[in-house]
């Protein structure tokens, strides 16, 4: 077989069967190869200087064969959890007791979970390949493969991450994303911006993977395995969770309570999630394809992946989800405020990404795992296609992406599919009712109602109110940007730096002659992938009407996955995580009518959460939407409620905002978060840094060349007698041949 | 003072004991020490050389005599042979010494001091 000639030795262990996992066909091996031989064969492309579209094609082809793959996973590996394994990789013993047998296959674990993640990574990874092909077309030659080369690596990184068996994996794959995330970060590597935000990405992520490594560690320790179907599988974790179920979580050891806990801490880095968001904002400094793809609808996802995939050793523990909700929430709510007030348009979707990914965390704390999974597929289509219409502004303007410069593109010819695709983006975002984001999005908000304590239902009018925050902004940048009287001017910046005098010679031109600057709109492959995106994420509104009993398609795949926390109202069945949260709320027994079933359900003034939460929320992002456009919104048919704005910089909202003092201005330079973390952490640690230096070059260098020194010196010393005067040594060797017999003599009489 | 006389000398030799042998040795030796620290002509200087060893070479002959026994001869005939390499050798290179500065002058010679 073609496919397994890939892999190195392929030996399906033993173990296998002991590890109550079926087998998987070997050919799932591919889908994580496939991109791996890609980016080795954009690697050669890069050595043999290849100048052409060559490595777009090639990552193009793999990726898409990878989805085909991972759909007919999907096709015949639906419900099952199955495993395959590559080849081995870590199996150390020294011992024969618990935990003393390291066990970590390069091996896949598949079920529903994996698949989901991965039909939606490959998927969107091929269409935005395809959009790169163009996008990058600037850079033919190193850089084109360097770009292609690395966006495989990413695939494969994220592939190791979704599909691996074992937590070693995973975290091989966390890092590889990192990696790769931080190269393509700083792509545009003469950029002094760009290679500042890559590091600030990558020493930030640092701090969250090592909260991850050393909850891999500590899992070992304590369960002494790092393999998941071994990990949930074992009694001592079963034993944990009943001890919680039943009301004596005070039983759990404290190690074990501490795992989730580290975990999260790596969930949170990688997921930008407050406090370590910050470097995802400026993680857009990378190309927009990479942001779209990595930051924004795959890698930002890891997080919630790790946390939905150790949902039983979350459950160990009772606070540490509603620690996550609440993280979760606070980070929506911050990044929203922040994304109100920014100007640039792509700095804005990347808020609102921190602040999505903050819904899917508060989803996952508050138990709607399967509304979160919902929220991070519909998020990657629609977020994937708002970043893409994005770069397509920034591809036709010159990097133009401050809303206060561009205006009306809807009517400029050969933009009408990026402004409806932004269109479509933004309604998903905004949570208008009937598309994909208003239906994953209120999963999430009326489960904050259903599920009492720990001040959920707080969190859930934070929500809310974030939700028409949400509308509000991402209205915003389409009031300004995409309706109204067509105004633009070219940016400054310029797509590479190797093409900048080239480009600056063209803008010159174009000043000289006295012709103005024509945006170049996009070309056949953007606009397919846009149209694509736009089709998928209105599409992906029917997965909730695939098996509405279950809450969608995501439920019915949830439901049998490390995930499932799926109650069924009607059998009055809980999951474990339900029943826990229930005993939770027992202990105390100030609810009085918190009984069983029915009773343990909360509600939202006095209604069921499930059946109003749609019209609450659409109502939100409506009024969102209603007051971007009464403040940001051109003159037009209504002028008097439509705004009233007539060029591209002034608006409504200008007045508006000087009613708040100084709160937007705070709100524009980011609550002063970057500044703060630069005063109390960077600072600090700037000036420890330069006190070590001074101490290692005085103390340590200083001691090293005293010893240098001190040969020297003596050297010194002595040097006179070297005078070059052939006699005198002689003289000298005779007297002290002299003075040598005299001692002689004198010693031995 | 060293007991001079020996049993076993030979009559023959009369007055002359070790002591004698070692003056001459001695003397020559200052002479050569004398001359090598005071002449500055590079062939003189090696003479001199060739002039103390040749002192040694007396007193380890007459001590051989002394006490009858013949690793002070073979000894001085090794010393002989080496010297008589070393002076084709140290002659060579004071012919190339002579070729660069164009002097015998030893003390034109002091790169290497410090």
């Known amino acids: 077989m073609l496919l397994e000639s890939l892999v190195l030795s392929p030996t399906i262990a033993a173990a296998d069967a002991a590890r109550a996992v079926g087998a998987a066909p070997m050919w799932v091996i591919a889908i994580p190869m496939l991109p791996l031989l890609a980016a080795a064969l954009n690697t050669l492309t ?106 495989c690596l990413f695939v494969f990184s994220m592939a190791c991450l979704v599909m691996g068996d074992n937590l070693l994996l995973l975290y091989l794959g966390w890092e590889g994303v990192g990696l790769c995330s931080y190269l393509l970060i700083g ?21 969250g993977d090592l909260g991850l490594a050393i909850g891999v560690m500590l899992t070992f320790v304590h369960f002494g395995t790092v393999e998941y179907a071994e990990l949930f599988n074992s009694a001592q974790l079963q034993g944990y969770i009943e001890a919680v179920q039943t009301g004596h979580a005070g039983e759990v050891p404290l190690m074990a309570q501490l795992i989730p806990v580290f975990l999260m801490i790596g969930a949170f880095g990688k997921s930008a999630q407050f406090p370590l968001y910050v470097w995802l904002p400026d993680a857009m400094e990378g190309p927009t394809p990479v942001s779209a793809l990595i930051h924004a609808a795959t890698m930002v996802t890891a997080g919630v992946y790790l946390i939905a995939r ?81 770069g397509a502004v920034m591809h036709g303007f010159a990097g133009q992406l401050d809303l206060r410069r561009l205006s009306g593109l809807w009517h400029i010819k050969g933009w009408r599919i990026v402004a409806v695709g932004m269109l479509v983006g933004c ?47 991402t209205f915003r940048v389409f009031y300004r940007v995409f309706v109204g009287p067509v105004v633009y001017e070219p940016g400054d910046e310029l797509h590479s730096a190797e093409e900048e005098e080239a480009h600056e010679e063209e803008l010159e031109h174009e000043h000289a002659t006295g012709g103005h600057f024509h945006p170049h709109a996009p070309g056949i492959a953007i606009n397919t992938v846009l149209a694509t995106l736009s089709v998928l994420a209105i599409v992906a509104a029917l997965l909730y009407f695939v098996s509405p009993e279950k809450h969608g398609w995501v439920g019915s795949m949830l439901e049998s996955s490390t995930a499932a926390t799926i109650h069924s109202e009607a059998a009055g069945e809980h999951g474990p995580a339900v029943a826990m949260f229930t005993i939770q709320e027992h202990a105390p027994a100030s609810h009085g009518e918190a009984h069983a079933g029915e009773a343990a359900h909360g509600s939202f003034l006095g209604y069921n959460p499930h059946e109003v939460m749609f019209y609450v929320s659409a109502i939100f992002g409506l009024l969102g939407i209603a007051i971007a456009a009464w403040a940001h919104g051109p003159r037009g048919i209504a002028s008097g409620f439509l705004g009233n704005r007539t060029d591209a910089a002034h608006c409504r909202m200008d007045t508006i905002a000087k009613r708040f003092g100084p709160i937007p201005r705070w709100a524009e330079n980011k609550w002063y978060v970057d500044e703060f973390y630069n005063f109390i952490l960077v600072r600090p640690l700037w000036v420890l840094g330069h006190l070590f230096h001074a101490i290692d070059r005085l103390l340590v260098d200083g001691l090293v060349n005293l010893f240098g020194v001190l040969p020297r010196l003596l050297g010194r010393g002595a040097q006179p007698a070297q005078s070059g005067i052939l006699h005198s040594y002689a003289l000298s060797m005779a007297g002290g041949l002299g003075v040598l017999l005299l001692i002689i003599v004198v010693v031995t009489h | 003072m060293l007991v001079l006389a020996q049993s076993g000398f030979p009559e023959v030799m009369g007055g002359l004991t070790l002591y004698h042998y070692l003056m001459v040795s001695a003397v020559m030796f200052c002479l050569g020490l004398i001359g090598f620290v005071t002449r500055r002509n590079l062939i003189v200087m090696f003479l001199c050389t060739e002039m103390m060893f040749q002192a040694s070479g007396i007193a380890l002959v007459a001590f ?37 500065h164009e002097t015998l002058d030893g003390s034109v010679w002091s790169v290497l001091k410090g």
């Open chain 1, 427 to 473: 309604l998903n975002l905004s949570g208008v009712p009937f598309t994909s984001g208003f239906f994953s999005k209120d999963m999430i908000i009326a489960e904050s109602f259903v599920t009492p304590g720990y001040g959920f239902s707080l969190l859930g009018w934070v929500l809310l109110i974030t939700a028409g925050m949400t509308a509000y902004y």
């Open chain 1, 310 to 390: 150790m949902y039983p050793v979350f459950l160990v523990s009772a606070w540490a989800l509603p620690v996550v909700a609440w993280i979760g929430t606070i980070t929506a709510l911050l990044a929203a405020t922040i994304g109100m007030a920014q100007f640039d348009i792509k700095r804005i979707m990347a808020y609102s990404t921190v602040s999505q990914l903050g819904y899917m965390f508060a989803g996952l704390g508050m138990l709607a795992s399967t509304g979160a999974v919902f929220h991070v597929i519909t998020h990657a289509f629609f977020k994937a296609l708002l970043f893409l219409c994005c």
């Open chain 2, 64 to 100: 051989s005599r002394f006490y009858l026994e013949t690793t002070g001869q073979v000894f001085v005939i090794f010393v002989l042979t080496v010297a008589a390499a070393e002076a084709a050798m140290a002659l060579a290179l004071v012919v190339l010494l002579f070729r660069r």
């Open chain 1, 187 to 207: 792509y545009f590597y003469k950029k002094p911006a760009a290679v500042a935000a890559a590091k600030k990405a990558f020493i930030v992520n640092r701090i």
């Open chain 1, 46 to 151: 890069a050595i043999f200087k290849v100048k052409t579209k060559l490595p777009a094609w090639i990552t193009v082809f793999s990726l898409a064969a990878s989805f085909v793959l991972t759909v007919m996973a999907y096709m015949t590996l639906r419900g099952e959890t199955t495993g395959v394994v590559a080849w081995d990789w870590f199996d150390l013993s020294w011992g024969d007791g618990q935990g003393q047998h390291l066990l970590a296959n390069f091996g896949f674990y598949i079920d529903n979970l994996t698949l989901i993640w991965m039909l939606f990574v490959t998927g969107l990874a091929t269409l935005i390949a395809l959009y790169a092909s163009e996008y990058m077309a600037h850079d033919v030659g190193a850089g084109y493969s360097r770009f292609f080369m690395a966006f």
